[in-house]
């Protein structure tokens, strides 16, 4: 599938090597077809030398390497980055962008491309169990597609949506997902300790039980309500912990945090799209209606 395709990285951080390790586990590229460049020559060495790639700390010379661009830097840096490749990378180059609210117009605009390709992975990607929302211009052509979800299946789970809006309401519940289990695990494990178990003990009970119930709820095809009801006999120490839960308004806090974080992606994308318009002298769409 990916031939002689070539793949170069431009920010080669923890997402970065997350997909570098994913597609060189599943033997997708050789690596020599792929190019990291990172600011730090530490760490393009440490990719060099962990996964035999190829390596540079000149952003540039990693776009002209490659057939597909894959932008993994972080979201404050996408802006210089974008100007310093513009005019550099190819046309027929496919740009496959992780990073987090950029807009797939800010990063064509700025790179002078048609190709893109925007996705919101997530960071259990790091071990293969990711989640990764994406979409794609009109121009990537099928073979490119197919490219692109044998990556992110080489990260976990993947989900095409056929217009960009779903990926801000992905980045608030897949995207950002990690941090409400984790805080509802941290929130348990302190409540054990609370009943008087140590803190290992504690974190292992949380941990093995959410496994649990995640695959359990993954292999059943019952409603989790009636997978919540399976636990909760009638005057039993689970319908009195579930009313003190609704009590405490959980399914509303939940509802009220990702509709947060969905609104917050949209104006972080908002305000990049405007940033990166104002440097590069083009008017907002409404002044040119
Ligand atoms: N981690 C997540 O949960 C997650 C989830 C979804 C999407 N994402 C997106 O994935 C992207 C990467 O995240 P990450 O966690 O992998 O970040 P990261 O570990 O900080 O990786 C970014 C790398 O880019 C390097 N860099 C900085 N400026 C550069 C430049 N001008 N040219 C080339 N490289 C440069 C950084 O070096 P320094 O460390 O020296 O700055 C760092 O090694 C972000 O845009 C984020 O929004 C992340």
Same mark, same amino acid.
């Given at each position: 599938m990916f031939a002689d395709t070539r793949l170069a990285f431009i920010g080669s951080g923890v997402m970065g090597e997350a997909i570098i390790k994913g597609i060189l586990a599943k033997g997708?590229?050789?690596?020599?077809r792929i190019i990291v460049s990172d600011i730090l020559p530490d760490r393009v060495q440490e990719l060099q030398r962990q996964y035999g790639v190829r390596g540079t700390t000149d952003n540039s010379e990693a776009a002209r390497f490659a057939d597909i661009l894959i932008l993994s830097v972080k979201p404050q840096v996408l802006g210089k980055v974008l100007r310093e490749l513009r005019g550099k990378v190819a046309e027929d180059v496919l740009v496959f962008s992780i990073v987090a609210g950029a807009r797939i117009r800010t990063i064509a605009r700025g790179l002078g491309v048609n190709a893109v390709i925007r996705v919101m992975p997530n960071t259990p990607a790091q071990i293969g169990a990711g989640m990764s929302v994406w979409t794609a211009t009109s121009t990537v052509s099928a073979r490119q597609k197919e490219q692109a979800q044998a990556i992110l299946s080489a990260l976990g789970e993947e989900a095409y949506v056929d217009e960009e809006r779903y990926l801000d309401m992905a980045t608030a519940v897949s995207g950002t997902g990690p941090a409400y289990i984790f805080l509802m695990m941290e929130a348990l494990t302190d409540a054990a300790v609370h009943l008087g178990f140590s803190r290992k003990m504690a974190l292992d009970l949380v941990t093995q039980t959410t496994l649990g119930s995640v695959l359990f709820a993954k292999q059943s095809s019952k409603h989790l309500a009636e997978l919540r009801n399976m636990v909760t006999?009638? +005057? +039993?120490t689970s319908a009195e912990a579930l009313y003190q839960l609704e009590k405490g308004s959980l399914r509303t806090v939940l509802s009220k945090a990702v509709w947060a974080a969905y609104q917050k992606s949209k104006l972080l994308g908002e305000m990049s799209e405007k940033e990166e318009d104002e440097i590069n002298g083009i008017a907002p769409l409404e002044e040119k209606l």
């Open positions: 997708l590229i050789d690596p020599q006999s009638p +005057g +039993g």
